[in-house]
């Protein structure tokens, strides 16, 4: 799982072997199996005072190296945290959390040097906003049930806005944020006044570590990081501001449809913007043009809280851009810049673009014969058509089912030709059958269903 390192002096109190030794206070790593073995006195030698280690994901897999990271990290007096890995699409919230805590074990969390229960909310499992909040909110209440502790969400800023409708509803659960950029702080989304925990990036070199590592920063003295994992001692003395990345200049993005608000179903529609930051001078702030830098275009069906991304560019010398996208119904749409060493992170205004709404087909069903011997043919036939005439090119799939109820079943499609959006199928009936035809939504027509039409068999 993934802030500039900042390493900041204090004096540690000693509390048996939970001293969180190092004199570095506000740095952590997370870490699996990916890392293999680790060296945690080398860890805790180098200025780390807290990991999380991955516990258990879904209700199946617990990671092969959580038992040794979390008895060798407390050996050294590293505060040690746990994560579950959500896997929302393989059961419920209620019974991940359940499986997590039996392979950390409820009575860790009453441990000193512990810190809370974590879920690492990264996918969806193909769960819709509400969907998801509620699973959250099922895995939140359930962990905290069995542990007695306020669980820690941590997510990315994009996805907890796209994915969660960026909802303000959990603001009582410690954020552990994971926003790579080289900025003063991480962006953060919610309505959380602060974060808790800032994962900076998932490059970090640690000694100890092979390879890279996520690294961590904890936003508070070392006093506060001890009794978040429930043991005492550490410095209640103000974080010295120390060597810091510098505070990213504020920026500002516009969008505006480059053709128009509305668009036909399908057409292209340009996007332009502008992103500009400000620098607070000695007398006056000084707006400049923000060049060479990505911005992404991203899109929802009007209705929806869930964005998706559609385009990339790069700002141009004079802090322009310019992205173009089809537009297949009425969407919103809005530009976001992630931020860079220098530049905070920014988003547009939400602009909507409206397109007409798709034309409302007619569809009709006949046989050529109504009945026949058994196993032969019969013809279904019709039209597709709207105001204007036949629609060619619509499929068309024909249901059937018995003529004393029961479930319909697909037979097969077709589709309708020009000019007159005639369409026609044949079938073998072996005992009398009821049928229907129907048309699905499309890009731009809404779908129908026929009358229904019997054939007997004698």
């Known amino acids: 799982m993934r802030h500039a390192r900042r390493t900041l002096l204090v004096a540690l109190t000693a509390v048996g072997v939970l001293t969180a030794s190092a004199v570095a206070y506000g740095d952590g790593v997370d870490v699996s199996h990916y890392q293999g073995t680790i060296n945690w006195t080398k860890v805790d030698n180098a200025g780390v005072t807290f990991a999380f280690m991955k516990a258990t994901e879904g209700t199946t897999y617990t990671d092969s190296m959580f038992a040794s990271n979390w008895a060798a990290a407390a050996s050294v007096g590293i505060y040690r945290g746990a994560y579950h890995f959500a896997r929302p699409s393989s059961s419920s919230g209620a019974a991940q959390a359940k499986y997590y805590v039996s392979k950390v074990g409820a009575a860790s969390f009453k441990q000193p040097g512990v810190l809370p229960p974590v879920l690492d909310l990264e996918v969806t499992g193909g769960l819709g906003v509400t969907k998801l909040k509620a699973w959250v909110s099922d895995w939140l209440t359930t962990a905290q049930g069995l542990t007695g ?55 970090g070199s640690v000694a100890g570590i092979a390879g890279n590592v996520d690294k961590n920063r904890f936003n508070g003295n070392s006093a506060a990081l001890a009794a978040l994992a429930g043991a005492t001692g550490g410095s209640t003395a103000p974080v010295p501001p120390g060597p810091s990345t510098p505070t990213a200049d504020p920026t500002s993005l516009s969008l505006t449809p480059a053709t128009s608000s509305t668009a036909a179903i399908n057409d292209p529609v340009g996007f ?20 060479g830098s990505p911005v992404g275009l991203y899109t929802r069906p009007v209705g929806s809280t869930v964005w998706s991304q559609l385009a990339t560019t790069t700002t141009s010398s004079t802090g322009t851009y310019d992205l173009s996208a089809a537009v297949p119904r009425s969407a919103d749409y809005q530009t976001r810049f992630a931020g860079d060493a220098t530049h905070s992170a920014s988003t547009s205004p939400v602009t909507r673009v409206t397109t007409p709404a798709r034309t409302q087909l007619a569809l009709d069903l006949h046989a050529n014969h109504l009945r026949v011997r058994r196993g032969a043919p019969v013809m279904l036939y019709g039209h597709v058509t709207n105001v204007d005439g036949g629609v060619a090119g619509t499929y068309v799939r024909v249901y059937k089912k018995p003529v004393s109820g029961g479930r319909w079943r697909f037979v097969s499609r077709t589709a309708s030709l020009a000019p007159t959006g005639w369409w026609s199928l044949t079938v073998h009936p072996l005992r009398a059958r009821v049928y229907k035809a129907v048309t699905y939504d499309t890009t731009y027509f809404l779908g129908t269903t026929t009358r229904t039409l019997t054939v007997r068999v004698r």
């Open 149 to 203: 502790r306020t669980p820690i969400l941590y997510f990315s800023p994009y996805f907890w806005i796209d994915n969660m409708g960026n909802s303000t509803a959990y603001t009582r659960y410690p954020m552990w944020i994971a926003h790579y950029t080289s900025a003063g702080a991480p962006m953060v989304p919610g309505g959380w006044a602060r974060w808790t925990f800032w994962q900076y990036t998932s490059s």
């Open 272 to 291: 332009s913007g502008t992103l500009t930051s400000t620098t607070a001078g000695s007398l006056t702030p000084t707006t400049t043009a923000v060049i």
